[in-house]
């Protein structure tokens, strides 16, 4: 009894030491050394291991092998749910499909993305159109994000789409960014084949995201008047968009005017607007790093410190954020 005790502690602490590893060669980006230690775990029959192997082939593309630890997960009495859902519903072409992604779902665990995933796939089943512009954008920025592990834009852009339809103020912004690439769009950027560059669209987007009183959209907006070539180029008309947009109250709109302020486009320069607006956007985490160049320029080491130490503790934050929420779910 004594000897299996033993066993039994030693098994124990070698999956506590196997799944540390595992966690930290995946953090550093080494998918594949992660794979090996959750996958001898796995194979011993260890259910978290087959989670965690699961959103790790996940991780890596390789979808075959994600649905199989996964699945095996489930039938097991473990999680991945959620994982076999999203991977069976990514991969319908026809109403087979999305009714095998609701059944999947009947014993996942509540929550708002489960809902969501439930709704759309009834509604693309029925093609009734029932569910919401909400669920379907909940969806559509899953997809476009790290938050899944591995982006799926053709996905993304479909499920967006269906929210922009629908009028949904923030699905139109992203439509827009799809058709503006640019370093304005980056944090929501949806490429996908359909798209291209197209600034004219763009702006149709924007402008119905405008209508239904998305500031962002206007400032984004304002922003490709400037940068569009001609015909569609109208400093004016942007920097006017792009006042609005900050005097309203949008974060990246007061960014925007603090640009526009500092280079001297479309108006005349003026340091203390610059630095106005900015301080009214310091919740974008860059912004900071600026203010304290500017105020280092300007000798004013205090602020520039403030500042300074300000960008490092947004830095810090963004970065594990991103670190854990490389998952839809958690590793086990």
């Not at 938050?147 to 009028?167: E, S, V, Y």
């Not at 640009?259 to 005349?268: A, D, I, T």
Request: aromatic share 10%; hydrophobic share 40%; glycine share 8%.
């Amino acid at each position: 009894m004594k000897i299996l005790l033993a066993l039994l502690t030693a098994l124990t602490l070698m999956a506590s030491n196997d799944y540390a590893r595992m966690k930290i060669a995946f953090e550093k980006g080494d998918i594949n050394r992660a794979v090996t230690y959750a996958r001898t775990n796995a194979m011993r029959g260890d259910l978290n291991a087959m989670y965690d192997l699961g959103l790790l082939y996940y991780a890596k593309g390789d979808m075959k092998n994600a649905m199989v630890w996964l699945d095996r997960s489930v039938r097991n009495g473990g999680k991945g749910e959620m994982g076999v859902s999203l991977l069976l519903f990514s991969n319908s072409t026809n109403r087979d499909g999305y009714m095998k992604a609701q059944e999947s779902l009947i014993n996942a665990p509540k929550s708002e993305l489960r809902d969501a995933l439930m709704a759309v796939s009834k509604d693309l089943y029925a093609n009734r159109r029932d569910a919401t512009a909400k669920d379907y954008l909940l969806l559509g920025e899953l997809f476009s994000t790290d938050k899944i592990i591995r982006p799926d834009m053709r996905t993304a852009l479909f499920l967006i789409n269906q929210a922009a339809k629908m009028g949904d103020p923030k699905a139109l912004e992203l439509m827009g960014d799809a058709y503006w690439r640019s370093s304005y769009t980056q944090g929501t950027m949806i490429v996908a084949p359909q798209t291209g560059n197209g600034v004219e669209i763009a702006l149709e987007y924007y402008a119905q995201a405008v209508q239904k009183g998305n500031l962002d959209a206007m400032a984004k907006m304002g922003k490709l008047y400037i940068m569009a070539p001609w015909p569609v180029h109208n400093v004016r008309q942007g920097v006017r968009w792009i006042l609005e947009s900050a005097n309203q109250g949008s974060t990246l709109g007061a960014k925007m005017a603090a640009e526009l302020y500092m280079q001297g486009q479309g108006v005349r320069p003026n340091r203390v607007l610059t630095l106005k607006w900015y301080q009214k956007a310091t919740s974008l985490c860059e912004v900071n790093q600026t203010l304290s160049q500017l105020y280092l320029r300007s000798g004013d080491q205090k602020s520039a410190k403030e500042y300074a130490d300000a960008f490092k503790k947004c830095s810090e934050k963004v970065g594990e954020a991103q670190s854990y929420h490389l998952l839809f779910e958690p590793f086990e």
